[in-house]
């Protein structure tokens, strides 16, 4: 049985996966979809340029990551495990075992920092820099081709947009599993009445 325009409307409005006005436009969240399924794929591909990166360099993933922001630190801003879990976004219990194994292995070492006598500098050794120089012949001609499709500008605004919805991803996974945890999986969903005020284009209507 065909399914009438109207009602067509009326179940785009209940499975809208989105609410706010500033991510919907006349198609509903058509737009904010589409954004989403690139953003996974370019994803999937820094994804593996990553393991690519890491296996070069015989390291684990999250270790490649820990072995270069550590290289990248500065004197003025040495690199411990709570400096490191902030910048990667990872657990300070996490961070602590994988810096252990890069330590054993040693690509990075430890030591007092030079004002704070509570807290542990992290450093890259010889072996590590060593390291990080082969890789990095390997990673430029890569990284080139993964963002060079952008503009000076467009990189800027890339990367002051990407650091603010990174910040605001905790807040949103932290959100997820609460909703997860109270709402019953039976329990009805009402379309948002933000959607609903939205005019919808009609097919074939310009963008």
């Not at 360099?57 to 040495?78: G, K, M, R, V």
């Not at 509570?118 to 450093?123: D, E």
């Not at 990284?143 to 890339?158: I, M, P, S, Y």
């Amino acid at each position: 049985m065909e399914i009438k325009e109207n009602e067509r409307l009326a179940v785009l409005d209940v499975l809208l996966t989105a609410s706010k006005p500033e991510l919907l436009e006349g198609d509903g969240d058509q737009t904010f979809r589409g954004l989403l399924y690139d953003y996974f794929a370019f994803g999937r591909s820094l994804e593996a340029a990553r393991a690519k990166f890491a296996s070069y360099a015989d390291l684990s993933p999250t270790q490649y990551l820990i072995l270069i922001a550590i290289a990248h630190s500065t004197l003025d801003e040495p690199m411990g495990i709570n400096q490191i879990a902030t910048r990667l976004y990872l657990s300070g219990a996490f961070v602590t075992i994988e810096v252990n194994k890069l330590v054993s292995s040693g690509l990075i070492e430890k030591s007092t920092h030079p004002s704070d006598g509570r807290r542990v500098q992290l450093t890259v050794t010889r072996e590590g820099v060593s390291r990080l120089t082969r890789l990095a012949a390997f990673q430029r001609p890569i990284n080139d081709a993964l963002f060079g499709t952008l503009t000076r500008d467009e990189f800027r605004v890339l990367s002051q947009l990407l650091s603010r919805l990174a910040a605001g991803g905790d807040h949103a996974v932290k959100l997820a599993e609460h909703i997860a945890a109270t709402i019953h999986p039976d329990a009805p969903r009402e379309s948002a009445p933000a959607a609903k005020a939205l005019p919808r284009r009609r097919k074939g209507a310009g963008r």
